[in-house]
């Protein structure tokens, strides 16, 4: 199917961002040919208590320093949406980006949860999933409620890397070596993690406005 360009999104608080998250999106780019991945750096998640969110713009500074000289484009879109869903998040980027396709990346340790989310059926049928390996998650992500629900539109990757289906619900599983790295490590080995981040506000790669301090809506 011809279309425009296939673009992963990978949400989360990247509370920092790190090495794990790079690789995985690289991985991701390679096995399904996607042409970049736009990481979502989220104003705050509801299921995290909120003062152990680093300010925003720290932790989009962190992720451009993981992003240089890679297809990842660093963005806060949502505080622009002021989306506090997931499923609000995604609807409202198709909207504005409609020559694009879009792809949603998850850790399987967000798979486990994924049934606690709001419309996570919606969100299924807005965009495919690709569902990444984490280590010590597998198991109770593939027992998962959403899991039981998704597992019907599995494909495999070839079929999107080829570019022949890209409809939704579809669900691509992606396994390859576990990565270890995770934000709440770097937080228990550096608390002040996010003194090393400060600095004039940066600029969204996406939207291409400037990113202050300030929190704003939650996402999941």
Avoid: C
Avoid at 19 to 43: C, E, K, M, N, Q
Avoid at 114 to 124: E, T, V
Avoid at 160 to 185: C, G, H, Q, Y
Wanted: proline share 9%.
């Amino acid at each position: 199917m011809a279309g425009g360009p296939l673009t992963g999104l990978l949400g989360g608080s990247f509370n920092p961002a790190h090495g794990g998250h790079r690789r995985i999106s690289l991985f991701a780019i390679d096995a399904l040919g996607l042409d970049d991945v736009w990481w979502l750096v989220s104003p705050g998640n509801p299921l995290k208590p909120r003062k152990d969110i680093g300010p925003l713009a720290a932790r989009v500074r962190s992720a451009r320093a993981q992003a240089r000289r890679a297809p990842i484009r660093v963005t806060a879109i949502e505080r622009e949406f002021g989306t506090r869903f997931t499923v609000d998040t995604l609807r409202a980027l198709k909207r504005r980006y409609p020559k694009r396709r879009f792809l949603w990346l998850m850790g399987s340790d967000n798979l486990a949860q994924f049934h606690r989310w709001k419309d996570w059926r919606a969100i299924a049928r807005t965009m495919p999933i690709a569902v990444i390996a984490r280590p010590g998650y597998d198991a109770e992500a593939f027992a998962s409620p959403a899991m039981a629900w998704l597992r019907r539109y599995r494909l495999p990757a070839a079929g999107l890397k080829n570019r022949m289906e890209w409809s939704a619900p579809a669900l691509i599983v992606l396994r390859f070596d576990p990565d270890p790295r995770s934000a709440t490590r770097l937080r228990q080995s550096d608390p002040d993690w996010a003194k090393r981040f400060s600095g004039p506000a940066p600029r969204d790669a996406v939207t291409h406005s400037l990113i202050s301090d300030s929190s704003g809506p939650a996402a999941t």
